[in-house]
């Protein structure tokens, strides 16, 4: 069973609010993902670090920004939360060697809601 | 590269019978297969993958897949269904060199009793 965890599970919050996102893995990961999935939708990719200090643009275009300053970390940041930004946000992670190829672990979403 | 497609959006099954979900995948090399399944606020679940190898892959909760390159698909089916089953299901195709995971767009399974 993989340990990802990701917090708060649930946030409303107003709009103009800095959020920010925190998702960690126990399983010493390097390849860590962000994924942002409307409700009924597929997920599409925001966000990937090959590791510490590496952070890629996924393919969905997004306000967001996120660090990797250590292994086991991938924050994602909204400097300004706006209502299109409501939405569920899923981190995943997956071992180095395998990258992309291998089983993505993914933690239980948090489910965002910008008034 | 790679794409993937869930031709059935929803489908309904009643409890105990059959179940097959389709999944059909663009990539010009040997593609890495998956399906995940997503319960109503949860995140994913792995059910199985396919890397090489038997083109019969079996996986969590009574699950199976087979792999027909000549068709490009990856089915996932189920002999008896239970109302447990009833969720999202996500096929996904990993592939080398770079590119990312290409997740398709989810088929929403629904079980009656």
């Known amino acids: 069973e993989a340990d990802i965890y990701q917090t708060p599970r649930y946030l409303v919050i107003g709009t103009g609010k800095k959020i920010t996102l925190e998702c960690s893995q126990t399983m010493g990961h390097d390849k860590m993902y962000w994924y942002q999935q409307d409700p009924g939708m597929e997920l599409h990719l925001i966000h990937y670090s090959y590791g510490v200090n590496s952070t890629e643009k996924g393919d969905l275009s997004s306000e967001s920004t996120v660090s990797r300053i250590r292994t086991e970390h991938f924050p994602l940041t909204l400097e300004s939360a706006r209502p299109s930004h409501t939405s569920q946000y899923l981190c995943?992670?997956?071992?180095?060697?395998?990258?992309?190829?291998?089983?993505?672990?993914f933690g239980p979403g948090t489910r965002l809601t910008v008034l | 590269a790679q794409s993937v497609t869930q031709p059935d959006i929803h489908i309904t099954v009643s409890e105990g019978a059959s179940l097959e979900l389709r999944c059909n995948y663009s990539?010009?090399?040997?593609?890495?297969l998956f399906w995940y399944v997503q319960s109503p606020g949860q995140g994913l679940q792995l059910l199985l993958k396919?890397?090489?190898?038997?083109?019969l892959v079996q996986g969590i909760k009574g699950f199976e897949a087979e792999f027909k390159r000549s068709q490009s698909s990856f089915n996932l089916r189920k002999p008896s269904v239970h109302w447990s089953d009833a969720a999202e299901y996500f096929c996904a195709v990993g592939a080398q060199g770079g590119q990312n995971f290409v997740f398709g767009p989810g088929t929403r399974l629904s079980v009656l009793p």
């Open positions: 990539y010009g090399a040997t593609p890495y």
């Open positions: 995943a992670s997956t071992p180095r060697d395998r990258g992309n190829t291998d089983t993505q672990y």
């Open positions: 396919y890397f090489s190898g038997d083109t």
